[in-house]
Every structure is written in C-alpha cells, then in structure tokens.
C-alpha cells in the first residue's frame, strides 16, 4: 500500500496519466521517449506500490479497471494541486507580506507629511499585502517602542544617544523663538539680546535639541513635551519660547505671534529615520527604508 508519496511515486504517476491519454504502452512510447518493455516494467512498479492492478492490457487491448478510473481521476485532483501550489508559492516567493508599524514624530510639517504619503504610495506600487500602521508620538516614547519591538521604522528628533539604534537623517526643521502679542517685546521695534535673558522661556524637557538652541532661558516656570503645550504658553504672552516655523507660520501671519532676532536665534532641527540595529529587518521593512530615503533625497 503506499503510506507515503515520493518523488518517484510523482514520476510513475505522471507516466501513468500519460499512457491513459496516449490509449496505450504502445502509443505512449514517443511521448514518453522510452521504450514500451520500460513503460510496463514503470507501470508494473506503480502498481506495487498501490497494491491493486490499474489496467488491462494484452491482445485485447488497453483498459483501466474500476480501480485504475479512480486513481486517474485523484492523480489529477493531486497534479492540478500541485500546479496550483506552485503558482501561489511563486507568488509568495515575489509578494511582500507582513505588517509595518511604523512612529512618527507629532506636528510634522505639510511637506514631510507630502513626502510621508509619497513613499507610502510608492511601496503600494510594489508586490505586496502589507498591513502598515502609523503611530504619533513624543522621540521618547518612539524610542522605547523601537527598543521593545513594537514598532520597526520610527521618524522623529531622537538623541541619538541608544547604541542599539540605528539613525539615517531625513530632513531638517527650521526652528526660532517666538513670542506672543501680549509680550513686552512685541512691539520692540529693535531687540538687545540682553533683554532676553530675564524673559520666562518654555521648557521641553524631552528635546535633546535644546542643548543646541541659541538662546537658553535662564528661568521657566512653563513646561511642555508637546509642541502644541508651547504654543498656547506663548501665546498668552506670559512666554517665549522655540516653534518649528511651520507651527508658528499661521499665527504669524495673524500677527499673534513675532520671531525674535530670527536670523541670529533661529537654527533647524535634524529629523532621522531610526530602527533597531540587532533586529534582521524583514523584506517589507526594507523596502519601506529605501522607498522613504528616495522620498526625502
């Protein structure tokens, strides 16, 4: 009886189908390019292994017995299978699979957001079926996701301080500091960088950048790991403190809020792409890199 189905039970079997086809040994000869004394010793071989006869032949002819019509029909079922396996394991073998999550960074300008969805466009033209997920969060928190393994690709102002993560820059984010309408310097027409120092300044305690910021408040009784957090701080006129621009950008043009000495205070923030180095990124991860390096080229 055949408890298992080797590789040369797949060759018999084919040769099998083929006789059927060709009406006999004598006709299947050409197709199969053997003589008809090996067609029957592989036949003979075959049904061993069954451990039933699948065909008559002699001066009467070629017939498959009941048992014969059966298995014709299960060895098609079984190549039609095959066949089918191997288109969709091609398939696969091609295909992107898997799921994506990826941290951003909260209060991303229109354009990095434009470029965002660019490469996420460009990866869906790709051979795939990949679940992504976009997560926003504060550098920290992205940080620890990417260190835990709950997220594979993270955006954001990081520290660059964690040795088991990988940093690439992406872009940079213009930075200045800003203060409200109701502030004394407000409507200064000319601004003494000394007058800065006695001003209340935001604090961020998060942002690695701050060591990097022009102007250091020298005291601050506000305090705001989100950019929004600082905003309404300067905005009440009590504050001043650092805005990217393209936060600042619209209440400006209200005229709720003024850079101060832009071009000497102002700087620009470095955003990267960071992922964890010890962990084998998978194929889908991959892409996803080299579609967003080619975006924010």
Not at 56 to 71: A, D, I
Not at 151 to 166: E, P
Not at 279 to 289: D, F
Request: some cysteine.
């Amino acid at each position: 009886m055949l408890s298992q189905l080797r590789d040369l039970d797949l060759q018999l079997l084919r040769l099998f189908v083929t006789v059927v086809e060709s009406g006999g040994f004598s006709a299947a000869q050409g197709e199969l390019g053997i003589g008809q004394s090996t067609i029957s010793t592989q036949m003979a071989k075959l049904e061993t292994r069954l451990g039933f006869r699948l065909c008559e032949r002699g001066k009467s002819g070629f017939r498959l017995t009941p048992k014969g019509e059966q298995v014709l029909v299960a060895t098609r079922k079984l190549f039609a299978a095959i066949e089918t396996f191997k288109g969709e394991a091609q398939g696969m073998a091609d295909k992107l699979l898997g799921e994506l999550h990826i941290g951003l960074s909260e209060a991303l300008a229109d354009q990095v957001l434009e470029k965002l969805g660019a490469a996420i466009g460009a990866f869906r033209q790709r051979n795939q079926a990949v679940q992504i997920e976009l997560l926003s969060a504060m550098p920290a928190e992205l940080e620890r996701r990417l260190l835990q393994g709950q997220l594979q690709l993270a955006i954001g102002y990081f520290s660059g301080r964690q040795t088991a993560l990988d940093y690439r820059p992406l872009f940079s984010e213009p930075q200045h500091l800003y203060c409200g309408r109701g502030h004394a310097l407000f409507t200064r027409t000319r601004i003494d960088p000394a007058e800065l120092q006695g001003c209340d300044g935001v604090l961020h305690p998060y942002r690695f950048i701050a060591a990097d910021e022009p102007w250091q408040a020298g005291a601050s009784s506000a305090r705001s790991e989100q950019v929004e957090g600082s905003l309404a701080f300067i905005l009440s006129g009590a504050h001043i403190g650092y805005l990217p621009e393209h936060i600042a950008a619209p209440w400006e043009a209200r005229g709720q809020l003024r850079a101060l000495l832009p071009e000497e205070l102002g700087f620009a923030v470095e955003f990267r792409l960071a992922r964890h180095r010890a962990r084998q990124p998978s194929e889908a991860q991959r892409a996803l890199e080299e579609d967003l390096l080619a975006a924010f080229a």
